[in-house]
């Protein structure tokens, strides 16, 4: 019994609609340096540098879609996104409010934008 119990929490912590985590009316543009791409399923995850209108920098964690919903969508597997190089990211707030997000769309270093996640619908 006690290892059934421990073996749902990890699916008790992993929401799958988008909207019990992020809130869609918490649109933000996040504009900074990539520090790395995690490639991991089910969702793939970029930390962005980004400084505020004080100085600080604050690194952001944007979720997304797995890797292979990355493919889908044009954005290839590791070497594409090229550490240290400018991305602006367009997001959804966590409901929290921590530095934590849902990628919406990225520009690419050579202006190029590409939608992972159209909306509130998820298509």
Known sequence: ???LLVAAVPLLAHHHAVQAEFD???EMTLTGTLER?????PHAFFFLAVAGEN???TTWSVATVGP???RRVGLSRPGFFEVGKTYTL???QALDGTDFAW???VTLPDGR???VWSGKDGR
């Open 90 to 92: 367009g997001t959804y």
């Open 113 to 115: 934008v590409v939608t």
């Open 24 to 26: 869609y009316d918490k």
């Open 103 to 105: 990628l919406r769309d």
């Open 1 to 3: 019994m006690f290892g």
């Open 68 to 70: 292979s919903g990355l």
């Open 37 to 41: 791409v995690e490639w991991v399923n």
């Open 55 to 57: 100085g600080d920098v």
